[in-house]
């Protein structure tokens, strides 16, 4: 039997502990952290943030969780955060600073509470309720969106991009945004389901953001092998190999051993007779164009180009993917398997000159609609906040028409959801009703912040909500551009009901997550990486 009284040690030495009120304390503040990093970013009027890294590389953004993703972050709790952003990010595609900003905010609100000695449980409880009280607010004042309403859809997209691309740039993006989702969705019944990762993305800096465009079709960032080969192919007959048109490279390190000249003379006449084969196979199939994803040998070029074969190499595996899908051609590892029916179909393979360089485009494929977007723009900078941009704009497109449900933004669907919740917290009572009532406080952090970014006084803000809301003005808002309050609807403020009611739910898990957690076991790591963690160990008191 276990006895006596001395402490038994179960944590390595070096080890960081922290407990109760500290361990709370703390991982509260670095999650505050977090958000008041992003929070002067948000809408549109937002400022920018220049990122530098330990290269000394610079990302000029204001794009939450570009930020989020590009800084270190060490502590656990701050992490906790980040990780709200990347999921906000995944399931919508936007609405980033916005979940940060009110987990941070919950967080600050909570700690009010903890001063006043009411139980982290407690608080969770009601912030739970709050939330679920939160998402009907949403759901009620939802607003309807059909796949067909080109111009509410646009509009949706606008505000994504509102404050990220220049102004100019916005309505090409949102309309380029709209007609890629539109290509590329898939109905089943009456359900809609959008894949924005069958979307190409290519960007290419030169030119001007005008000129960035929409592609029906497939781009390849690459230029054909040989230059004899046919700049462009009609009607193309497409192979997609998975094996590289070599010899020579086996797996196996085979060794040879020459004795005499002939007999190299003899090697490399079989060598070259092997590569003459295997363009022999390609050519008997068939194929007008063949999309290599390993290596193909200067010889197979050669030979290729000869036959009249466009060809590209080192075609990365998404794009193989991708191509099989376009054009209905199977990926093939074995030339002599090869059958007519495994290749596929596109009305036209050419290299393009974009800006300095070459690409390929395959266009009119004949299987699946294939959509691609070339960015352009004068700097990598305008490139890339481009390219952030529209992933926003795809993404809020693809959610909104996926669910057919949109709420006004400018902070109104966050007024109406903290003047809901506070009503519900007096209809709870208890202690529960403070941790609602704080819930609501931080809802309001999101008219706020777009206050205090266009320079207006947020405490005479809310107030004006309260009352447009009380009069019954749902869609009222912040006009970042006026500083009035007014009706997002009429501004085409809008946003997808999943962005917020992901923002709403992720924030609060989080809260949650971080208020129930009061002892903090850190492992002395070397780069700080895999510690704290797991179960069982906070358990080194003594047997008494
Ligand atoms: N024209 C506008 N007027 C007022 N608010 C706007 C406007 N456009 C966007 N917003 C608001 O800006 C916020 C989004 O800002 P953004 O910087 O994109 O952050 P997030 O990463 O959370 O999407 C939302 O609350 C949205 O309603
Ligand atoms: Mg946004």
Excluded at 201 to 219: H, M, N, R, Y
Excluded at 368 to 394: C, F, P, Q
Excluded at 395 to 408: F, S, Y
Excluded at 512 to 524: E, G, H
Aim: with cysteine; aromatic share 2%.
């Amino acid at each position: 039997m276990l006895s006596g009284r001395t402490p038994i040690l179960i944590l390595k030495e070096g080890t960081e502990r922290e407990k109760g009120r500290d361990a709370q304390h703390n991982n509260i503040r670095a999650a505050m952290a977090i958000a008041d990093a992003v929070r002067s970013t948000l809408g549109p009027k937002g400022m920018d943030k220049m990122l530098v890294d330990s290269m000394g590389d610079v990302v000029i953004t204001n794009d939450g969780v570009t930020i989020l993703k590009e800084i270190d972050v060490e502590h656990p709790a701050a992490k906790m955060i980040v990780e709200v952003a990347k999921t906000q990010d995944a399931e919508t595609g936007d609405g980033t600073t916005t979940a940060v900003i009110l987990a941070g905010e919950l967080l600050k609100q909570a700690q009010d509470l903890l001063e006043q000695d009411i139980h982290p449980t407690t608080i969770a409880d009601g912030y739970r309720m709050a939330s679920i009280k939160a998402i009907q607010v949403l759901d009620d004042i939802a607003l309807k969106v059909k796949p067909s309403d080109a111009a509410t859809l646009k509009r949706i997209a606008e505000t994504s991009l509102t404050g990220k691309v220049a102004g100019s740039n916005k309505e090409l993006l949102a309309d380029i945004a709209y007609k890629a989702v539109t290509a590329i969705m898939e109905k089943d019944g009456d359900d809609i389901s959008v894949d924005i990762d069958n979307i190409k993305v290519e960007k290419k800096q030169g030119g001007s953001a005008e000129d960035t465009e929409l592609i029906e079709g497939i781009i390849l960032d690459k230029d054909r092998v040989h230059t004899g080969m046919p700049q462009s192919v009609k009607n193309a007959k497409i192979l997609l190999l998975n094996t590289a048109l070599e010899v020579g490279k086996t797996e196996i390190d085979a060794k040879i051993e020459i004795t005499d000249p002939s007999q190299l003379q003899k090697f490399l006449d079989q060598e070259e007779q092997m590569i003459r084969d295997m363009v022999e196979q390609v050519k008997k199939s068939g194929a007008t164009v063949l999309f290599c994803q390993k290596g193909i040998d200067d010889l197979a070029q050669h030979y290729l180009a000869k036959a009249g074969i466009f060809a590209l190499r080192r075609v990365s595996e998404k794009d193989m993917k991708k191509l099989a899908k376009a054009t209905g051609a199977s990926i093939l590892s074995d030339l002599d398997e090869i059958t007519a029916k495994d290749l596929g179909k596109a009305g036209m393979v050419e290299e393009r000159k974009i800006g300095d360089d070459k690409m390929t485009f395959v266009t009119d494929c004949k299987k699946a609609k294939a959509v691609s977007i070339l960015i352009r723009g004068g700097t990598e900078h305008v490139v890339d906040e481009i390219e952030r941009g529209l992933h926003d704009a795809l993404g809020v497109i693809g959610v909104a028409i996926e669910d057919g449900k949109m709420v006004t933004g400018g902070g109104s669907a966050a007024v109406e959801i903290a003047m809901a919740a506070r009503d519900y917290a007096a209809t709870v009572g208890g202690r529960e009703q403070l941790a609602i009532e704080k819930f609501a406080d931080a809802m309001e952090t999101i008219p706020r912040a777009l206050a205090t970014s266009a320079g207006m006084d947020p405490i005479d803000m809310i107030i004006g909500l309260h009352k447009a809301h009380a009069d019954g003005h749902t869609h009222h808002g912040v006009n970042v551009y006026t500083g009035k309050i007014e009706d997002m609807k009429k501004l085409h403020v809008l946003e997808p009901l999943r962005v917020g009611r992901q923002a709403v739910r992720s924030a609060t898990e989080v809260a949650i997550m971080i208020l129930r957690i009061d002892d903090v076991i850190a492992a002395k790591s070397a780069g700080g990486g895999k510690g704290g963690g797991g179960g069982g160990m906070g358990m080194d008191e003594d047997f008494d």
